[in-house]
């Protein structure tokens, strides 16, 4: 195994079950030091036990990661410890499924809270430490259900393409400092999906199946700035894409070219990976000028 984590502390946020605890011990197995992080104390330190009886070292916080209040004393005092943060695994969510229609708001922001703010304030707190050590690997956890849609699932959909948003732009933040950020979209039957599936759907869908994804993201020759799913053993890339699109002007007829056009703008014959939101608007301004020179020239 080329991948040796050895002298790496990572942090793996819910990870006191399902695929949290998977991504820890997986972590584990390959040298680094693990900070156990959830809510409830007795899954976590029973993991904390099996990772040192394997001759691992572990660590446990139950730090209520959509609190920032929480989330300081954690990062400290992981740095009291283990002296750095090497790695983060952004893996602490909750579900509050119910059709948009009936589903309650405070349902909505409680998703968007742990999911996204959760993310955003362990990745805040370790960001600096990551910047000054010229290292870090930083892994979300967004979903199918963000990247796609999902009926029922609103406000976990938002949450989860939320974080892709913050990952692209802290994968440029990060490049200069040798942190690379990357996403994480796992296939796996925990206690998250419980109820929506059939166990016969669930079958194979082991979460230790999603887990060599967590490795290799958190590896020294990682990428950065992908969008990884997994599940089952398979493992693909999921990219954010332009077509070339139509150049129709701003004529008054424009609106009504556009909607008769809908086909020709979906046409995905080279299509494009634009590497910042810049880029897109630079595609735009160059099309422009070229279709009608005496534009944008002042």
């Known amino acids: 195994m080329s991948i040796d984590l050895s002298g790496r502390v990572a942090v793996v946020t819910g990870a006191g079950a399902g695929l949290g605890r ?26 904390c036990d099996l990772i040192e009886e394997q001759g691992g070292q572990a660590a446990w916080s139950g730090a209520n990661v959509a609190k920032l209040d929480d989330v300081g004393p954690m990062v400290d005092d992981i740095l009291r410890r283990f002296g750095k943060i090497d790695i983060l695994v952004n893996n602490a969510g909750v579900l509050r499924d119910r059709s948009f229609a009936k589903m309650d708001l405070d349902d909505f922001k409680l998703v968007l809270d742990v999911h996204v703010m959760g993310s955003v304030n362990c990745t805040k707190l370790v960001w600096d430490g990551m910047r000054a050590q010229n290292y870090g690997r930083i892994i979300f956890t967004t979903s199918s259900s963000g990247l796609y849609g999902n009926f029922g699932q609103a406000n976990y959909s938002a949450a989860k393409m939320a974080l892709v948003g913050l990952m692209q732009t802290l994968a440029i933040e990060g490049e200069r400092s040798n942190i690379r950020v990357n996403c ?10 419980n109820g929506l599936y059939s166990q016969e759907a669930l079958a194979g869908l ?18 950065t700035r992908r969008i990884i799913l997994a599940g089952a053993g398979s493992f693909e890339q999921a990219n954010i894409t332009m077509t070339q699109g139509i150049f129709l002007g701003t004529d008054e007829d424009s609106a009504d070219r556009l909607l008769t056009s809908m086909d020709k703008l979906a046409d995905r014959t080279g299509e494009m990976v634009p590497q910042s939101g810049g880029e897109q608007y630079q595609y735009e301004v160059e099309r422009a000028q070229l279709a009608r020179p005496h534009l944008l020239r002042a």
């Open 22 to 47: 998977s991504h820890a011990l997986a972590l584990a197995n390959r040298g680094a030091s693990v900070v156990v992080n959830d809510l409830d104390q007795v899954a976590a330190q029973q993991l």
């Open 184 to 193: 994480l979209a796992p296939s796996a039957a925990t206690s998250m999906t």
């Open 206 to 223: 082991d979460a230790t199946m999603v887990s060599p994804a967590i490795v290799a993201l958190a590896a020294e020759d990682a990428p």
